[in-house]
C-alpha cells in the first residue's frame, strides 16, 4: 500500500541507481540513522553500551569486511580473528607510539597495516580456491596469533604479554580508557559503523564490486571478459582486511579495553564472524548486520530471560543457550539458506504486493 | 559529565540501604573447558554465603545475597557480567579469572568497586599505592614462583647452580605471570631456566613434553589451568617424569586434576593457599546448616575438595572484610568504598581462624594502605594416590621478598606512569 515504487519517479540515473529504490525504505532508513544518532546516545547506559551495542556495532564491520571477501568475492576465509588481531596490535602501537596523534587516525591506519598484511595472506588465493584457501587462511589465523604472543615487541614487553589501551580523546571526549562515557564508545563505533557500511555499499555496486562478483560467479569467465584475477582478488583481500582491521582495532580500544590474543582472536573468533555472514546473508550488507545482530544480541537476551526472568541455574541457562543458539541456526539454514538478508528480500516483496498479492 | 556520573553513583548507594542486603556477586564458569574447576570454587563461595545467612543471620545482622553470572572463562562474557551485576549494588568482585581481571581492574578503578584477585590476576596490583581498588591477598604468582624455587633449594641442600628447571605454562597473561620472577631467581641461584608454552585449552601437549625429555630437567614447574593440568601430569607420567620433580602452583593442585590420571599421578605436587580435605569445625556447621537442609549449591558434590575449600576461603575473607568494614564505619548496610576500607584493615590472625572454625586453613596475614598484597605464604602439599587425597608435606613457606618486592614497584610503577595515576598512603 504504502510500500511501492508507483508514484515515485526516477529522472534521473543516480535516482534510478540508489539504493533504497523505495520512498518508505529511504525514509525507513533516515529514521533508523536518526533515532542511532540522535536519540540512542542520550539513553544509553554502560550496560546497554558494553553488552548489547558497542559488540554489536563492532562485529558488524568485522562481518561486512568478511562478507567482502567471502560473500562477494567467492574466497572463502578463516583468518578472521588473526586479521582483526593485527588490527588491535596496529592500534595499539600506534596508539603508544604516537600518543599525540588522533585515535581516529589510528584506527584508519590499523586498518591500512592489516589490508596490506591481508594482501600478503592473500597471494595464495591466487593459485588456490574454496577449502583449500580456506586452509591457507587458517594458518595465518594461527601464524598470527602465535606471532603476537611470541614476539614481545608487539606488547611492549609487558610481563604478563597483556595489551590494554590507554586513555584517548576525539574533540576533548575520552573514546578508550576507563573512563569512557557509554554514549560515547557507542558514537565512536556507530561513526565507524556507518562510514564503513557507506564505503562498501558503494564499492560492492561499483566497478570493483561487479569484479569481485564476476570473480565468484566464475573466475574463468571473469577473467575472459576481462576481469585482472590478480588485481580483483587481492583488491578484494585488501578491502576486507580493512574493514576486519578496523573492527579488530575497535573491538580492542573501545570495547574490551584490555585483550591477550589467544584468547581473544582465537580461532572461535573467525568461525563467529563467519558464521555471521553465513546467517545474516552472503553478499549482502544488510545481511552483516543481521547475522552479528543474531548472534550477538540472542545469547544476551537468552541469558537475561532465562537467568533473569525465569530465574534458572546459571549453567543450565548456559547450555540451553547453546542448544538454543545451535537449533536456530540449524532452522534457519534449513528454511532460508541464503540468510537472514534474503527473508529480508522475500519480505519487502511480499510488501510491495500488499495487500492484494494477485 | 563524569562528576554528574559520580553524583549518580552516590545517589544510588545512598538510597541502597532500603533494600537491605549485602550483595556479593559470583562471576563463576560451570561451562567451557574450565568448568570442572570452575565449579567446585563457585560451590564453596555459594555455600560459605548461605552458611553465613543461615547461622548467623547475615553479616551484621544484614542478609547477604550471591548474584551469579556465568562466563565460560570467557573475558566478553565477563564484561557482560559485570555491567550487568554492578548496578545491583556490588560489593566486592572476585572473577576467578586472571584474563577478566586485568579487564575489570581499569572498570573497577573507574566506578569505585574493589576487586580481589586470590591468588592470581595483576601480580603488581599488591602495591596498594598504585592500586587502590584491587587487592590480591594472601598471595600471588610471584610469590608462588619464589616459593617453589625455596622448596627445590630445601630440597636440593640449598644448591641449585646449574640445575635444569623448566616451566609448563598456559600461554596467556596467567601463565606468563612468573616467567619474570623466575628469571630474577635464575639470575640469583644460577639454574637454568627453559620456558614451555602451551596453547589454550591445553588438550594437545605432546611436544612440549617430547622436549622435557629430551631435555631431563632436575624439576618442572607448572602454571596450568583447567583440562590443560590432567593432560600435563599424564603426559608426565608418560614419559615416566619422577612426579615429586614436578610442582604445580595452586591452580593446578585440584583432585580433578589428579584422578583421571590414576595410580600413576602418586606424587605429584602443587602449592596452596588453603589447606584441602574436610577435617574443621566448620564443615559441622555447613553440614547442619546448609547440606541437611538441602541448600547446597550446586550438585553439592564436592564438599572438601580443594577448589570447594579455596571458594570457601575466598568468601571468608569478603565476609570478614566486610564485618571490618561494618566495624569501622559503624553502619551494617556497608557500601562499595566502605568495603574497601575493611578489605585495606583487613587482619588474618591465628585466633581469628580458631573462631571460625578453620584453625590454621590459611596464613596469618594483614593488610595496609601500601600492601595489598599479604604474607604471600602458600604450602606445599603432594598427591597420595592410594589414599585419594593430598598430604601437605610443608608449613607455610615465605617467599624471597627480596626479589620480588623490586619487580612490584618496577611493574606498579610503570603502569602508574602509564595511567597518570597519583601514589597514595604517603
Redesign the interface.
Known sequence: MFYREAGDFNTSYKQDNQTFPIKFDRWRYYAVLAVAFGVVPFFIN??WA??VFV?FLIYTIAAIGLNILTGYCGQLSLGTGGFMAVGAYAVYKLMTAFPDVSIVIHVILAGGITAAVGVLFGLPSLRIKGFYLAVATLAAQFFLVWLF?RVPWFYNYS????I?A??RTVVGVAVT???T?AWAKYMISLVFVVACAWLARNLTRGTIGRKWMAIRDMDIAAEIIGVNPLTAKLSAFAVSSFFVGISGALFFSVY?????V???F?IQKSFLVLFMIIIGGLGSIFGSFAGAAFLVLLP?LL??TL?GGFGW???L???FELVIVGGLIISFLIMEPHGLAQLWRVAKEKLRLWPFPH | ??RL?ALTVAAVMAAAPAMAELVFPSL?Y??GPY?ANG?PFADGYADYFTLVNERDGGIGGIKTRIV???T?Y???KG??CY??T??EGALIYQPLS??IT??L???V??DGIPLHSMGYG???ASNGKVFKWVFNYPTNYWNGASIMIKYILGQEGGDIKGKKIALVYH???YG??P??TLQELSKKHGFELSLL?V??PGQEQKSQWLQIRREKPDYVLMWGWGVMNQVAIQEAANIRFPMDKFIGIWWSGSENDVLPVGAKADGYKALNMNLPGSDFPIYADLKKYVFDKGMAA?AGDQAGTVLYNRGLYAAMLAVEAAKKAQEIHGVAQITPAMMRDGMEALDITAAKMDALGVPNFGPEFSVSCADHGGGGQAVVQQWDAKAGKWNVISDFITPDKSVIDPLIEE?SMAYAK??NIQLRCN
Not at chain 1, 610481563?159 to 597483556?162: D, H, L, M, P
Not at chain 1, 574490551?256 to 591477550?260: D, F, H, I, K
Request: net charge negative.
Open positions: 554502560d550496560y558494553n553488552a559488540p604472543n610481563a604478563s604479554g597483556q590494554s590507554p586513555e580508557g576507563a573512563n562515557e574490551l579495553g584490555a585483550v591477550e589467544g584468547e581473544a582465537g544476551v541469558k537475561n537467568v541455574a546459571t549453567d541457562a548456559a547450555h | 559529565m563524569k556520573a563463576s560451570r561451562t568448568a565449579i551469579e553470572c556465568e565460560g570467557n573475558t566478553e564484561v557482560e555491567e550487568s554492578k548496578g586472571t584474563g586485568y579487564q581492574i581499569p572498570k578503578t573507574a595483576r601480580t603488581s600461554n596467556s597473561a606468563k605471570e616467567i619474570r608454552p596453547d589454550h550446586g611493574d602509564e595511567n
